[in-house]
């Protein structure tokens, strides 16, 4: 079956500690994105990938850093800057720029 | 300038249809979207519409567009208990590189 998987599902941080949000996907698809959901808004994006070994900003990527060293797999560390890295991530990938977005089951990060 | 706007909730009888707006701003959009949301999950792309159609039907999914006012509708015929989620709408902008823009959300309830 082709889709995408985020893990862990649930991820807790302690203060100052970085911590990394998993991305795989088995669609063949060149471009990969990264959003952050709080409670009762909409998605906004962090990071996204074109293509491998190239990637941009989006609008809220203070204390986030991405890697993308192949195709299947845009991994998101949230770092120690981020003072309020609580919320629900967002994976999803797409054919390309243009084309519709799917998205993996999230992961929900909280601080201990 | 980048808006997508969408009101909070809507209350919906089992076997009623539903209606969900939304109004965007930015005329330069190419697609616009209709996202599922349940809870603790991902985002589930229901239907989308390129900006040059005024309609798009898809089984119970019937999306209305209207570019001179930047309205955009996703109608649910004969909607069902496990229609209950947030729905999102999302536009995709050209001259941002096709970034997706997403509303806040519209979460629907329907009620037996």
């Known amino acids: 079956d082709g889709g995408i998987t985020q893990s862990p599902k649930y991820l807790f941080r302690k203060e100052g500690q970085n911590v990394t949000l998993s991305c795989e996907q088995n669609?063949?698809?060149?471009?990969m994105y990264w959003y952050r959901q709080d409670p009762g808004q909409g998605l906004r994006l962090i990071y996204y990938?074109?293509?491998?070994?190239?990637?941009q900003k989006g609008d809220i990527a203070e204390g986030y850093s991405v890697s993308r060293e192949k195709k299947e797999s845009f991994p998101l560390t949230v770092t120690s800057a981020q003072k309020n890295p609580t919320a629900f991530y967002l994976c999803a990938s797409s054919q390309a720029l243009d084309q519709p977005q799917h998205f993996g089951d999230g992961t929900r990060l909280s601080i201990l | 300038g980048e808006d997508v706007e969408q009101s909070l909730f809507l209350s919906v009888r089992e076997g009623d249809s539903s209606v969900i707006n939304c109004t965007y701003t930015?005329?330069?959009?190419?697609?616009l979207y209709w996202y599922k949301q349940e809870p603790g999950a991902g985002l589930q792309l229901l239907t989308y519409?390129?900006?040059?159609?005024d309609m798009k039907q898809d089984q119970r999914l019937t999306v209305l567009l209207n570019k001179k006012d930047k309205h955009l509708s996703l109608r649910i015929a004969d909607t069902q208990t496990g229609d209950s989620a947030i729905y999102f709408c999302a536009e995709s902008i050209r001259t941002a590189g096709n970034k997706l823009t997403f509303g806040g959300g519209t979460r629907v309830l329907v009620k037996p």
């Open positions: 990938s074109q293509i491998v070994n190239d990637f």
């Open positions: 519409i390129f900006s040059n159609m």
């Open positions: 669609l063949n698809h060149d471009a």
């Open positions: 930015d005329s330069s959009s190419t697609y």
